[in-house]
C-alpha cells in the first residue's frame, strides 16, 4: 500500500511541476490526486474500511477549517479591494524605484506576517502588489519575495504559521523563548534572498493599466478608509480571537466576514443605490474568488492527509531519526523535506514521536525550519499554494530563478539559530 501511495503522490506531484508543459490544470490534477490517493488507502488496508472512514472524517475536519478560513480572507480582501482600500498603503508608497519597493514590500510583509499569519499576509499583500505593479515578470518576483517574507516573518511568533501556533499549543515552545530565539535566523533567512534578487533589479515599476472598459466607482476617502481598517482589523484579531476562545482561526474568520457584510449592508442602506450596491457587496465578492485555487488546496490537503494517516510520514521521521543521530541535521532535513511535503503533518509527527522539554533546541529548530523550508518550492507552504494559486507562478519558474536563493536563506538562518544557540549557552 505505501508503494502505491508513494507512486501516486510522486506522479500527482510531477504533473503539477510540469503543468506549464502538459497543459493541464494543477487544480484538476490536485483533485485526482487527493481521491486516488485514500481510495487506494481504503481499498488496500489491511485493517478494513472503518478505521479509514474515522480517518478522513478526521481529516475533513481540519481540511474544512483550513479552506474556510482561506475562503474568508479571499473574501475579505476581495472587499477592500472592491472599494479601491488598498489606496490608503499604495498612496503612501511613492518610491517607483525596483530595489527599494521590494525591500518595502518584503519588510512590511515580514512584520504583517508575524502578527497576522502567513497565509492571510499572502493573499493581502499579493493584491497590493496588483494596484503597484503592471508587467507580469516584475509582480511575479515581487510576489516571490512575499511568500519567502511571508514564512519568515511567520516563524517566529506563535501566531505567525499553523506550526508554530501547534507547537505553541502544544506546549512544545513558549511565546518569549520563540520570539527571543527565532527572529534573528528569520532576518537573516530573508535578508539573504532578499539582497540577491534586488542586486540584479533594475529601473522602475510600471503601474498596472486601466482596464478598458472598466471603471472604478467614485467612493468618498471616509469610506473607503473605514472599509479598509475594518478589515485589517478583523484579520487582525482573529489570532486574538482564537486565543481567547480556543476556537479554530476559521471560526473567527467566519465572524468577521459576518460583521464586514453586515457593516457594508447598513453603509450602503444610509449612502448608495441599488447598482452600486450590487457592485461592492460582499455577495459579489465571494464571486470573484478563485475557486481554482480552493480546490488546488483540497487535492494536496487530502492528499498529504492520506500519507500522513497511512503512516508513511511517520515513517519517514522515525528513518530519519535512526540513520542520522545529529538533532540539528535532522530537523534541517525535516525543513527540507517541507518544500515537498506539508509541514503540519510533519509537526504533528515529530510531537508524536519525540519528548524534549520546553523550549529546547529540538523543538525551537524544528519551527524555525518547517516555517522557512516551505520557501524553497513554491508549493512548499501554504503562502507558496496561495500565491502559485492566485498569480499563476510556474513551478519550474520559481525552482530556477528563487530555489537557490531561499535554500541560501534557509541554512544562513539555521547556521544563526545553531550560532545563536550555541553562544548562549556557553554564557549560560
Known amino acids: 500500500m505505501e508503494t502505491i501511495l508513494i507512486i501516486l503522490f510522486l506522479t500527482g ?65 476581495e472587499v477592500i479591494d472592491a472599494h479601491d482600500g488598498f489606496r490608503f498603503i499604495t498612496d503612501k508608497i511613492r518610491t517607483t524605484d525596483k530595489r527599494k519597493l521590494l525591500w518595502i514590500i518584503s519588510i512590511l510583509t515580514f512584520f504583517f506576517s508575524a502578527v497576522l499569519d502567513n497565509l492571510t499576509t499572502t493573499i493581502v499583500m499579493i493584491s497590493l502588489l496588483g494596484k503597484l505593479i503592471g508587467r507580469r515578470d516584475d509582480r511575479l518576483l515581487f510576489v516571490s519575495m512575499v511568500v519567502i517574507s511571508a514564512n519568515a516573518g511567520g516563524a517566529w511568533t506563535p501566531m505567525g504559521d499553523v506550526t508554530t501556533t501547534m507547537l505553541w499549543i502544544g506546549k512544545q515552545v513558549t511565546t518569549g523563548a520563540i520570539i527571543s530565539k527565532l527572529f534573528l535566523p528569520s532576518v537573516v533567512s530573508l535578508l539573504v534572498p532578499l539582497s540577491a534578487v534586488s542586486f540584479w533589479m533594475k529601473g522602475t515599476v510600471e503601474p498596472p493599466a486601466q482596464t478598458v472598459g472598466e471603471r472604478r466607482i467614485s467612493l468618498p476617502s471616509s469610506v473607503r478608509t473605514s472599509i479598509f481598517f475594518l478589515g485589517l482589523l478583523i484579520l487582525l484579531c482573529v489570532p486574538v480571537f482564537k486565543a481567547v476562545t480556543h476556537l479554530p482561526p476559521f471560526m473567527g474568520m467566519i465572524l468577521g466576514v459576518g460583521i464586514l457584510w453586515i457593516y457594508t449592508g447598513i453603509l450602503y442602506r444610509k449612502h448608495h443605490g441599488g447598482r452600486i450596491k450590487q457592485r461592492l457587496s460582499v455577495t459579489r465578492a465571494l464571486h470573484q474568488i478563485e475557486i481554482s485555487t480552493i480546490l488546488f488546496f483540497l487535492g494536496i490537503l487530502l492528499c498529504v492527509g492520506a500519507l500522513q494517516h497511512a503512516g508513511i510520514l511517520s515513517s519517514m521521521a522515525n528513518w530519519l531519526d535512526s540513520v542520522v543521530s545529529n538533532q540539528g541535521v535532522v530537523v534541517t532535513i525535516i525543513g527540507a523535506v517541507s518544500a515537498i511535503v506539508d509541514n503540519v503533518p510533519l509537526v504533528a509527527a515529530a510531537q508524536g514521536m519525540y519528548s524534549f522539554p520546553t523550549d529546547s533546541f529540538f523543538w525551537e529548530f524544528l519551527a524555525y525550519a518547517v516555517g522557512t523550508g516551505g520557501s524553497m518550492l513554491i508549493i512548499g507552504s501554504a503562502a507558496g499554494v496561495a500565491a502559485m494559486g492566485l498569480e499563476k507562478i510556474n513551478f519550474i519558474w520559481y525552482l530556477k530563478r528563487i530555489s537557490g536563493w531561499a535554500l541560501l536563506g534557509y541554512l544562513a538562518g539555521a547556521a544563526t539559530y545553531v550560532l545563536e544557540d550555541f553562544i548562549v549557552k556557553s554564557f549560560l
Request: aromatic letters at 10%; a negative charge.
Open 13 to 77: 506531484y510531477s504533473a503539477i511541476v510540469f503543468e506549464h508543459f502538459l497543459k493541464i490544470n494543477k487544480a484538476g490534477t490536485a483533485l485526482c490526486m487527493g481521491a486516488l490517493c485514500w481510495t487506494a488507502y481504503i481499498l488496500l488496508s489491511d485493517g478494513g474500511a472503518e478505521p479509514v472512514l474515522e480517518n478522513i472524517n478526521e481529516e475533513l475536519s481540519g481540511i474544512a477549517g483550513v479552506l474556510f478560513f482561506l475562503i474568508g480572507a479571499m473574501t475579505i480582501v
